[in-house]
T-cell receptor, first 114, second 112 residues
Framework: GNSVTQMEGPVTLSEEAFLTINCTYTATGYPSLFWYVQYPGEGLQLLLKATKADDKGSNKGFEATYRKETTSFHLEKGSVQVSDSAVYFCALFSASGGSYIPTFGRGTSLIVHP | EAGVAQSPRYKIIEKRQSVAFWCNPISGHATLYWYQQILGQGPKLLIQFQNNGVVDDSQLPKDRFSAERLKGVDSTLKIQPAKLEDSAVYLC??????????FGPGTRLTVL
């Protein structure tokens, strides 16, 4: 079956540091890839997405590139802020019979200190 | 545009009791999902509806969990009887095209 593996957290950084959160996946076919963010006490929000190989998703300074050769979708940000502290989930949606079946990773907690 | 609504936000019950959760998706979204998110883990898909038909329920513990989506709009998820290991946040999400989901705030269930 499909699976998503994320790096263990928490990731602890100082403000303005560079962020990388690794995500690799296993799936049949050509899934769409997503990053969701969950701020404390809130529901999941879509951060960015990429639907085919070599696509780059970006939003709010975050970026991720769909790498089919390495089956990866690593999340990066050049300069993190305290407000980026949250849990980040990598996910894939695999097309099946006209629908998309989602699979989520375990999540990576990011803590940014001033 | 109103988001995905869920109720209640919190529920505390004793084991072997029953509980029900309600979800109202974004208007016009044909696909509705129920997830279980145990503390420290990612969301696990329990059931996926396309309109009022079930697309996937392979991870739904059918001996105790049930879900319905009458009229293809709002949905209820029921647990009967509840076990301690059912303590989790139950998330509802909806989607228009199926490749991007919008999540509700979740219902936090504690089973004592």
């Amino acid at each position: 079956g499909n699976s998503v593996t994320q790096m263990e957290g928490p990731v602890t950084l100082s403000e303005e540091a560079f962020l990388t959160i690794n995500c690799t996946y296993t799936a049949t076919g050509y899934p769409s890839l997503f990053w969701y963010v969950q701020y404390p006490g809130e529901g999941l929000q879509l951060l960015l997405k990429a639907t085919k190989a070599d696509d780059k998703g970006s939003n709010k300074g975050f970026e991720a590139t769909y790498r089919k050769e390495t089956t990866s979708f690593h999340l990066e940000k050049g300069s993190v802020q305290v407000s980026d502290s949250a849990v980040y989930f990598c996910a894939l949606f695999s097309a099946s019979g006209g629908s998309y079946i989602p699979t989520f990773g375990r999540g990576t907690s990011l803590i940014v200190h001033p | 545009e109103a988001g995905v609504a869920q109720s209640p936000r919190y529920k505390i019950i004793e084991k072997r009791q029953s509980v029900a959760f309600w979800c109202n998706p974004i208007s016009g979204h044909a696909t509705l999902y129920w997830y279980q998110q145990i503390l420290g883990q990612g969301p696990k898909l329990l059931i996926q509806f396309q309109n009022n038909g079930v697309v996937d329920d392979s991870q739904l513990p059918k001996d105790r969990f049930s879900a319905e989506r009458l009229k293809g709009v709002d949905s209820t998820l029921k647990i009967q009887p509840a076990k301690l290991e059912d303590s989790a946040v139950y998330l509802c999400a909806s989607s228009y095209r199926g490749d991007e989901q919008f999540f509700g705030p979740g219902t936090r269930l504690t089973v004592l």
